[in-house]
């Protein structure tokens, strides 16, 4: 899903990628919107779509594949003719698949095989493309090993960002973009590592960065829920010594008891194996004394 998220930004960021792709010329970038939409009868969203009011140009439906599936293009041809059937756009069009590489891609059926013939479905392996833009960099650095998103390729693709993206909006968006490509394809690095890593000197003054700062400050609050709790600190107090909304706090404070509700259910099983009541509280991260409080409940039932 992180996958299909950042290539929707991208395709929303710089639509004429879809164009260097097809290798055809990327100005008709500029007679299509891009969305993604939803085909109701199957309550299933296309992941991308490229409409026109041009009836010359073709419709685009765009999907992009990471990882295997034997059923996609049974899937993928049900949406698009659903979509037809239900939008009745009056014009031609063309499927268009982003499969990460070829290895993933499952067979043919034999009876679409036509569609490919007459080349109403077009494959793509994004592994195999040249990165040549700074669009089919990001790409690139997407379906790239971890150990080859070297910072010498990050800060190559920055830099060219800066020298050939002209409008200040875009080129914020595609750094930002450039950024979240890289968390995620390190999610078990802090900001700092990636920081000092890539040399993203200047990620900290995106609103992306803010975001996830932000973030990462109210985890850090909500961390600090339960031992307040113990200290017999009240919802409202809780609201105003971490500054924030008295219903967050609550909710917070009914996902807490949850997890605690689903911890001593397990218990009597736990007991059964032969487990002490300190090594449940150590196993469960719960107090001794609520731990013995419910062996105690136990053992009067």
């Known amino acids: 899903m992180k996958t299909d998220n950042l290539f929707y930004q991208l395709f929303q960021t710089l639509p004429e990628i879809l164009f260097e792709l097809l290798e055809e010329p990327t100005y008709r970038a500029k007679d299509y919107q891009f969305t993604s939409i939803e085909v109701k009868t199957l309550s299933k969203t296309i992941d991308a779509v490229f409409t026109t009011n041009n009836k010359d140009y073709p419709i685009y439906f765009v999907e992009v594949q990471f990882q295997r599936d034997t059923d996609?293009?049974?899937?993928?041809?049900?949406?698009?003719?659903?979509?037809?059937?239900?939008?009745?756009?009056?014009?031609?069009?063309?499927?268009?698949?982003?499969?990460?590489?070829r290895a993933i891609e499952p067979k043919i059926p034999p009876e679409y095989e036509p569609l490919f013939q007459q080349n109403l479905i077009k494959i793509i392996y994004l592994d195999e493309i040249e990165p040549t833009s700074v669009g089919l960099g990001i790409i690139d650095l997407l379906v790239a090993r971890e150990k080859d998103t070297t910072p010498e390729k990050v800060q190559l693709l920055t830099t060219k960002a800066k020298e050939t993206i002209v409008d200040d909006t875009v080129q914020r968006n595609i750094i930002e973009l450039i950024e979240k490509v890289i968390i995620y394809k390190f999610p078990k690095k802090s900001n700092k590592e990636l920081e000092e890593m890539f040399g993203l000197s200047e990620w900290q003054q995106t609103q992306f960065y803010k975001d996830v700062k932000l973030e990462g400050i109210q985890e850090g609050k909500l961390k600090t829920i339960p031992g307040l709790l113990k200290l017999g600190l009240s919802p409202e107090q809780l609201a105003t010594a971490l500054e924030l909304d008295l219903e967050f706090i609550n909710q917070e404070i009914t996902k807490l008891k949850g997890k605690i509700e689903g911890k001593l259910e397990s218990i009597p099983g736990l007991l059964k194996l032969g487990l002490s009541a300190e090594q449940l509280a150590t196993a469960l991260e719960l107090d001794l004394e609520i731990i013995q409080q419910e062996i105690d409940k136990l053992k009067t039932n």
């Open 72 to 101: 996609f293009y049974y899937r993928l041809v049900t949406e698009i003719y659903m979509y037809l059937g239900q939008y009745r756009p009056n014009q031609t069009w063309q499927g268009v698949v982003l499969w990460a590489k």
